[in-house]
C-alpha cells in the first residue's frame, strides 16, 4: 500500500504545470470569491427591488394598502440585509456581522428618506444597494471604499438623470449596477496601482 502511494506521488510530480495561452492568470485569492459574492449579491437585491417596486405599483394603482403589499415590502426590506450578509460571508470579511449590520442601517435610511427628496424609488434603491455593498464587500490590498462610493454616487446620478429621460430603461437596469459599480472601481484600484 505504502509503494503505490509512493507511485501515485511520483505520478502527481511529473505532470507538468499548464500555463496559459492568454498570459498570466489572474491567481490572486480573492478574485473568484468577489465576483461569487457580487453575483449572489445581486440577485438576492434584483429579488428585493422588483418586490419593493411592484408592491408600491400596486399599492398606487389600487389606492389602498393591503396584506399582500405589505408583505412584498417587508420581504423587499429583509432581502436587503440578506444581500449584505452574502457580500460580507461570500468574500470573507474580518467583521461581517459589524458590516452588515452597518450597511443594512444606511441602505435603509437612504432607500426610505431619499425617495421624499428626488421623488421616486428607482434611484435611492442604486444608492442604497451600492453603498451598504461598498461597504459590505471585503477589501483587498490597493481597493478603497471611497472609490467604491465615488463609482455609486456616479451610478445613483446616472440613473437619477435616465429615470427622467427612459423610465422603462431605468427600471429594468436599476439592480444590476450599483454591485457592478463596485467591481469597476475595485478594478480601476488595481490597475492604476499596477
Known amino acids: 500500500m ?46 428585493a427591488y422588483w418586490a419593493v417596486i411592484v408592491a408600491v405599483a ?38 461581517m456581522v459589524r458590516v452588515t449590520v452597518l450597511a443594512s442601517a444606511l441602505a435603509l435610511v437612504l432607500w426610505t428618506w431619499f425617495p421624499f427628496i428626488v421623488g421616486e424609488l ?22 478603497r471604499i471611497w472609490h467604491r462610493l465615488i463609482g455609486v454616487a456616479g451610478i445613483t446620478v446616472y440613473v437619477f438623470i435616465v429615470v427622467r429621460v427612459a423610465f422603462g430603461f431605468a427600471l429594468l437596469v436599476t439592480p444590476f449596477l450599483p454591485l457592478t459599480t463596485v467591481l469597476v472601481a475595485d478594478y480601476i484600484s488595481e490597475r492604476r496601482s499596477s
Open 2 to 47: 505504502g509503494c503505490l502511494v509512493g507511485r501515485q506521488e511520483f505520478m502527481l510530480s511529473e505532470i507538468p504545470e499548464e500555463e496559459s495561452v492568454d498570459g498570466p492568470v489572474d491567481d490572486r485569492p480573492g478574485q473568484p470569491r468577489r465576483l461569487l459574492a457580487v453575483g449572489f449579491g445581486t440577485l438576492t437585491a434584483v429579488i
Open 58 to 95: 400596486a399599492a398606487s394603482e389600487t389606492g389602498s394598502v393591503d396584506g399582500t403589499t405589505g408583505i412584498a415590502v417587508g420581504l423587499g426590506f429583509f432581502l436587503l440585509p440578506v444581500t449584505f450578509l452574502a457580500l460580507a460571508w461570500l468574500s470573507r470579511h474580518e467583521s
Open 122 to 143: 428607482i434611484s435611492p434603491f442604486a444608492a442604497a444597494l451600492g453603498c451598504g455593498g461598498a461597504l459590505a464587500l471585503r477589501v483587498d490590498g490597493v481597493q
